[in-house]
């Protein structure tokens, strides 16, 4: 049954609600008065606090969960996506503060995403993951919408959003009117409940960003500047993860051919990711497309929809989250100097070997280089997806991987070929803190990722019983 | 302590490179990493060890680590001649540019020959071999701004890349009729496989062996990897990596002996031994006449190893490594010295007397003199084959042409110039690689009486995974050699350095004679010919198998992007194109997902 969490486990929920309640509004009040710098020093204080008191209840919690009146639940899975989401947008609060004009709103918005964000990892129904998406979402169109150029990618955000949100509530009406219950618990039986499944599929798929109702996001990815990518790819598309892997494995383990229409769809994620990715010569559109093969990536593990391949999945999106910021924030960094296409960034190691280093190493981690995290999840994932049978979809992701090397490694010889005659280009303090933690991480998991394939596994474990149990 | 010793250069290297903008201090600290190194090896302990990386269920991702007598021996190798390598590149890289690269990457170099003289398992054995593969790539192009260096690389890396390939199919038979990678237990329960499952397994070690340790028909590479800088050539292709081969054939022992598949590494091991010879002969290249001569020793050890003689060729694997380095150590001092890469104009090494000594000492190591290395294998080896008329007379007329090319290649550089500013060269190199010199020629000396102490240094249990196949190898291979041995090998070695000496010093025209005997069809076997160009064939095919597979992958991503190009046109548009396309992917996907759920697909 149920078990607490730890003795202070209510206090330590509501604790976290009291935080973020002090981030907004404290946040809102600064921003009125425009304090740039406190309103930065309240996000990092307030956001490493309950990135730390998560990590404290996972790691004395261990397997056991709880439900708060019904409709939320905290157990490893949930408290492995907080904790995710906090150091995310912890880590795009402190890239923001160094690159945008309108820090103050972004920061308040981004704090009313982080609850949305919540609300989903945390849900224990789907009206709640509804509404948690619809407030991770719009507050994303508004940071677009701050730096003004960028109108049509917020356009088409909106309008990706609404069409999704539609579609989700249809889902969730057909759920409804399948099952009796809007509660996220283990459907079977009833037709209309399968093409419930397709809709959810889709409707979520947008925010994860799955081929083919992705089409819009590269454009949405590229328009507005790079702090703001780094939130929609590295923190916003986990979102979607996070409700796909709940609503599905929750909810629809017995429609096994929705898993594998999963798997058909990652096969095209992938190849659309890279192949469009190997075109690109704006090096953040570029990343755009990768981010997409990488969900390809993380679908297969969804695809494979057993522990082990949802643990797999997510040790990847835990790899990329921080791999995509560290790459964002050095993109930011050269966008701050004018540089947006790849050709601009020939003798980059000339000018600043700490960030060259830094963006060769997460390149190579994307493309799965052995003792970092990248090569650690894509590992996971293809063993998993072997171990239960999908050879193929694990000699497609290889294939796959393979393709990806070629524009990742073309960047990497753009860096490290050529001289500039100006040396040592100054480097922000806090992108070089950013950069750093993303690439210690990066190391540190990928040569002894025991201690992450532990939680993901604690995570993941937690997906099933429930299944099993309800 | 493994972990520990395998860090500390790594440590180094991080080091090097990171530190300081004095050129000077770059390869000081490299210098340093390694003693420390060295002064950690008396602590290593031994073992069998699995170092676990992660596991998932009950599959374990881990490297082997196995330390015995044997390893010890490659280790210790390896962990000796390293500070005087980099104490000799002091001087000799001091001049160019781009120090940190260069220690970085030597040192690279030196973990993964740590790595892979203690690997106990194939997985750790295949990460070392490949990262030797990829040092020796990057050292031997480490000048990428000429092309021949880049030439060589290539080629050097694509040969090797055979063995790799060879190496991991290998590994998969192994796999499949074993179930365990680890060699303690392959080589212990040898027979728990039938013979003919293994014999491709065999076949595909002998192919990686041959390509490693540039033997014949993949001897191609090892003469342009000479276009790397001196210190290189001393450490990488003459000391260690080439070794590699030689030491994995001495490893996987058992299973050639299971297979008797040993023949085929004495023939092959005894080929490129006397074509490495007469290339020596009629080479003018500095670095290449000692390139040929490390060639011929390697055939030699795996003669010895493909005979049972494991002791030695454990002997001549140890010795071969000083006195090989001195010598490169010798002709890269002669290149810098004189600024030429021809033997014949690179004459004067006598004005430096520390230099001239210590060359001479290599030299005579080389050559077989009594007391010296040379003569201890060479009377080791005799004692196996005075049964094979064969390989016995080709023996004795490889240790004739070593000496008379060794000699001819000491006679012409240290011949009195004509012009003095190259004994001015010779006075003025950097004292770091006059020294290193001399340290090493002390090692030489020392390592020969390693002969007396062999029985120590591997003891019969260094072979316990042998078993009883060990009894096989242990006959009498310590010996000491009696007078009319000493007489006769002294003979051999006195006449081919007199015959040097009177075709070099006395001025006779002996270059065109040797170019005349060896390159003219009249005068020379066929044969020689024959299997020379053979043997080119083969490797000069694999750089074109290289260019087919550039090709392949070139165009396939040429497709790639082709497709790319095509996909991102699509992608560039309207918000009213976007939507159109997306509801029609929607209804598309609703509509075959609903079919495929409900069964009617």
Redesign the interface.
């Known amino acids: 049954m149920m078990g607490y969490i730890a003795p202070l486990g209510d206090a330590f929920v509501l604790l976290i609600g009291a935080v973020m309640s002090i981030a907004v509004i404290a946040g809102a009040a600064i921003t009125f008065y425009r304090r740039k710098r406190a309103h930065l020093a309240l996000s990092v204080i307030v956001y490493a606090a309950s990135a730390l008191l998560i990590l404290y209840m996972m790691l004395a919690g261990g397997t056991a969960q709880m439900s708060i009146g019904g409709f939320m639940l905290i157990n490893p899975f949930s408290l492995f996506f907080s904790l995710i989401f906090t150091v995310g947008i912890l880590l795009v609060n402190i890239i923001a503060y160094a690159y945008s004009k309108d820090y103050n709103e972004f920061a308040l918005l981004a704090s009313f995403a982080l609850i949305g964000m919540y609300m989903v990892a945390f849900s224990l129904s789907l009206v709640t993951i509804f509404i948690g998406l619809e407030l991770a979402v719009l507050p994303a169109v508004f940071m677009i919408l701050l730096s003004r150029k960028s109108l049509?990618a917020a356009?088409?955000l909106f309008?990706?959003a609404s069409?999704s949100t539609a579609?989700l509530s249809f889902a969730i009406v057909l759920t409804y009117g399948g099952s009796g219950t809007v509660a996220l618990e283990q459907y079977s039986g009833a037709?209309i409940l399968?093409?419930a499944?397709?809709?959810f599929?889709?409707s979520l798929g947008f925010e994860a960003s799955i081929f083919?109702?992705n089409?819009?996001l590269?454009d949405v990815y590229s328009g507005p500047p790079a702090h703001i990518t780094s939130m929609l790819g590295g923190v916003n598309k986990k979102v979607g993860f996070a409700a796909l892997m709940q609503v599905l494995i929750l909810g629809f383990i017995a429609?096994r051919?929705?898993f594998?229409?999963i798997a058909v769809?990652s096969v095209f994620t992938m190849f659309?990711g890279?192949?469009?990715?190997?075109?690109?010569d704006n090096i953040k559109r570029m990343m755009a497309y990768s981010s997409i093969s990488q969900a390809g990536y993380i679908m297969i593990g969804i695809a494979v929809a057993n522990a082990?391949g949802i643990s797999a999945s997510l040790f990847q999106i835990f790899a990329h989250m921080f791999i995509f910021i560290g790459v964002l924030a050095i993109i930011a960094w050269l966008e701050g100097h004018g540089k947006h296409k790849i050709n601009d960034i020939e003798g980059l190691h000339s000018e600043n070997r700490f960030l060259s280093f830094s963006l060769a190493l997460l390149l190579l981690s994307l493309a799965g280089l052995p003792f970092t995290t990248g090569f650690?999840g894509k590992f996971?994932i293809f063993?998993s997806s072997i171990?239960s049978g999908m050879v193929w979809l694990a000699f497609l992701g290889i294939i796959n991987s393979i393709?990806s090397i070629?524009y990742y490694a073309r960047v990497i010889a753009k860096v490290y070929t050529g001289r500039r005659v100006s040396r040592g280009i100054k480097v922000d303090r806090g992108i070089a803190a950013v950069v750093l933690t993303c690439v210690i991480i990066t190391l540190v998991f990928g040569i002894w990722?025991?201690p992450l394939?532990h939680i993901t596994g604690n995570a993941a474990a937690a997906l099933f019983p429930a299944a099993g149990a309800a | 302590m493994i972990a520990l010793l395998l860090l500390v250069p790594l440590l180094a290297a991080l080091a090097a490179v990171l530190l300081g903008r004095n050129e000077r201090l770059h390869g000081r600290i490299a210098v340093i990493g390694a003693i420390i190194s060295l002064l950690l090896l008396p602590f290593v302990s031994r073992g069998n060890f699995n170092i676990g990386w992660f596991s998932i269920g009950n599959y374990a991702l881990g490297i082997g680590i196995l330390v015995m007598p044997l390893n010890m021996l490659l280790l210790g190798i390896t962990l000796l001649i390293a500070p005087f390598i980099l104490a000799y590149s002091l001087g000799f890289m001091d001049i160019r540019s781009e120090q940190r690269r260069f220690y970085a990457e030597m040192l690279m170099f030196e973990i993964a020959m740590l790595l892979f003289a203690m690997s106990g398992s194939f997985i750790t054995l295949l990460i070392a071999w490949e990262f030797l593969s990829l040092s020796s790539y990057l050292l031997i192009g480490f000048w990428h701004w000429k092309e021949k260096a880049r030439k060589a690389a290539r080629k050097a890396f694509t040969v090797v890349l055979i063995g790799d390939l060879s190496m991991l199919a290998a590994i998969a038979i192994l796999w499949n009729a074993y179930g365990t990678l680890s060699f303690a237990a392959i080589m212990s329960s040898i027979g728990a496989a039938a013979p003919i499952l293994l014999y491709p397994a065999a076949l595909l070690l002998i192919v990686a062996i041959l390509t490693k340790s540039a033997q014949f028909p993949f001897q191609n590479w090892l003469p342009d990897a000479m276009e790397g800088p001196a210190p290189v050539s001393a450490f990488l292709h003459s000391t260690t990596m080439v070794k590699a081969g030689v030491f994995s054939a001495m490893i996987f022992l058992p299973l050639f002996l299971y297979t008797k598949t040993t023949s085929i590494l004495l023939v092959l091991g005894a080929v490129s031994a006397v074509l490495a010879t007469m290339n020596a002969m009629k080479e003018t290249h500095i670095k290449k006449i000692i390139a040929h001569s490390t060639i011929q020793e390697l055939g030699l050890m795996l003669v010895a190893i493909g005979s049972g003689a494991i002791l030695a060729a454990a002997y001549f694997f140890i010795v071969q490594s000083f006195y090989k380095a001195l010598l490169f150590f010798s002709a890269g001092s002669a290149m810098d010295a004189s600024g030429s890469e021809d033997i014949r104009h690179a004459p004067g090494m006598r004005s430096n007397t520390a230099l001239y000594a210590s060359t001479l000492l290599a030299v005579i190591s080389l050559a077989g003199f009594i007391p010296f290395s040379g003569f201890f294998f060479n009377s080791a080896a005799d004692a196996y084959f005075s049964s094979n008329m064969i390989i016995y007379s080709a023996l004795t007329l490889i240790s004739v042409m070593t000496s008379f090319y060794i000699f001819r290649w000491f006679l012409l550089i240290s011949k009195r110039p004509e012009d003095k500013r190259l004994e001015v060269g010779y006075v003025s190199l950097p004292k770091s690689m006059v020294y290193s010199g001399v340290g090493m020629a002390v090692l030489t000396v020392a390592s020969s009486l390693s002969f007396f102490s062999l029985r120590w240094l591997l003891p019969q249990s260094a072979l316990y995974y042998l078993g009883n196949l060990g009894m096989l190898l242990h006959q009498g291979s310590t010996a000491l050699p009696g007078i009319s041995k000493a007489v006769l090998e002294t003979i051999l070695a006195t006449a081919g350095a007199l015959a040097s000496y009177t075709a070099y010093r006395k001025g006779i025209r002996a270059g065109h004679l040797v170019s005349k005997v060896f390159n003219s069809e009249e005068t020379f076997s066929s044969i020689y010919l024959g299997m020379a160009s053979m043997a080119c064939t083969v490797s000069e095919g694999a750089v074109l198998l290289e260019i087919y597979i550039n090709a392949f992958f070139d165009s396939f991503g040429r497709f790639a992007m082709a497709s790319g190009a095509q996909l991102r046109k699509a992608a560039v548009g309207s918000i009213n194109i976007y939507a159109v396309i997306m509801a029609v992917c929607i209804l598309a996907f609703l509509a075959f997902g609903y079919a495929y759920m409900a069964g009617l697909i």
Not at chain 1, 274 to 280: I, P, R, S, T
Request: charged content about 5%; cysteine-free; proline content about 7%.
């Open positions: 049509e356009a088409k309008v990706a069409l579609l037709e399968g093409f499944a397709l809709l599929i889709v083919p109702f089409v819009l590269p429609y051919q929705a594998i229409l769809l659309y890279n192949l469009v990715a190997l075109m690109q082990a650690v996971l063993l171990n393709i070629y990722p025991l394939m």
